[in-house]
């Protein structure tokens, strides 16, 4: 035999479904335990009957009166917990101590970006014909003269047809430009230039974050660790550190990503004392130019502790028109093309 129905409703009641040991309010996680055990003749009776959580009700299933080691949870002071919680709920004095509560929040300051800008480029197609009424080589002529960069690219024009992949952009299409941003998430990329040394161009699509963990509750977290998952991202990446092309300095980083949404924080200091707070490293992430919200999951992991939370961001995006006009036999032959691209400065 066990508890009836009645009795489990009558203790979970009485102790306004808290635990009488920890005063945690744990909703369906909790058990009516037999205050004396059943086998030292315990009653299923509601007088020998108190509510546990399943921590408290490990820690009172482990007594055993011929091993007293540690303060285990006796029959005599189980009935003192019962006694005094019952006492608390009557005369309306519930106050549950938060033992451990984090948080993982968003902070906004000048290095956050959610409004990423992206350009919307839209290919039209126009008849050669049109062109063929202009004098190419004294335009040309008039040309301001070329920087530096361009001359390198060197658009030989000395036919009509040069002159016509000239100005559809073919002689860069040939020289293979690779995206330093694509596929990734870095705000920021550093080349060198044979003539102005070590530049820096930068990139407005990407989103940037900082997250910072705080310790709310009455414990001191220790030997923890943050696993993040972003969600409705391109992909997510911890911003590189480095100043310049030209800086080869090993920084460390506390948030690691394993792959383009998951990654792990892990502090210098394993441990945060009540009411600190910890920063991460600067996280950077790419969206899709329609999205208006992502979702962070962060799940903590500390000595005797863990935590699963999410939150959302929203994301403002702005989308910039470009044309971009190429010059065909036949026009119509062709549908508009669009394209998104990074807005990079
Ligand atoms: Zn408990």
Request: contains cysteine; negative net charge; proline residues 4%.
């Amino acid at each position: 035999m066990s508890f009836s129905n009645q009795i489990k409703e009558d203790i979970s009641a009485l102790a306004a479904r808290h635990c009488c040991v920890c005063h945690q309010h744990k909703g369906n996680n909790l058990e009516v335990h037999h205050i004396e055990a059943k086998a030292q003749g315990g009653e299923d009776t509601l007088e020998n009957a108190i509510l546990l959580c399943f921590d408290c009700h490990a820690d009172a299933g482990h007594y055993f009166a011929g091993h007293p080691k540690g303060l285990k949870l006796s029959p005599s002071a189980l009935k003192k917990h019962k006694n005094s919680w019952l006492e608390i709920v009557k005369e309306n004095k519930i106050n549950i101590p938060v033992l451990q509560d984090v948080s993982l929040s968003f902070s906004h300051n000048e290095r956050t970006r959610l409004n990423p800008v992206f350009i919307r480029k839209t290919t039209i197609y126009k008849d050669i014909k049109e062109l063929r009424k202009i004098d190419y080589k004294s335009i040309l002529k008039d040309l301001p003269p070329t920087p530096l960069q361009v001359q390198f690219l060197d658009p030989k024009v000395d036919s009509f047809e040069d002159f016509i992949n000239f100005i559809n952009g073919e002689h860069i299409k040939k020289l293979n430009f690779q995206n330093p941003f694509e596929n990734n998430s870095q705000p920021v990329h550093h080349s060198m230039d044979m003539y102005f040394g070590s530049t820096k161009s930068s990139n407005e699509s990407i989103c940037l974050i900082n997250l910072i963990l705080r310790n709310n509750g009455l414990k001191v977290l220790e030997d923890f660790k943050v696993y993040l998952k972003f969600e409705n991202v391109v992909c997510a990446d911890t911003v590189n550190k480095n100043t310049s092309y030209i800086d080869f300095e090993k920084y460390d980083y506390n948030v690691i990503f394993n792959n383009k949404t998951d990654a792990v924080f892990i502090p210098d200091y394993k441990v945060l004392v009540q009411k600190d707070f910890i920063e991460l490293d600067q996280i950077c992430f790419r969206t899709e130019e329609n999205v208006n919200e992502i979702k962070i999951t962060w799940h903590l992991l500390a000595r005797d502790y863990d935590q699963k939370e999410s939150f959302n961001l929203k994301i403002h995006s702005t989308i910039v028109d470009e044309e971009d006009v190429k010059y065909v036999e036949s026009p119509e032959d062709y549908e508009p093309e669009i394209i998104i691209l990074d807005k990079v400065n």
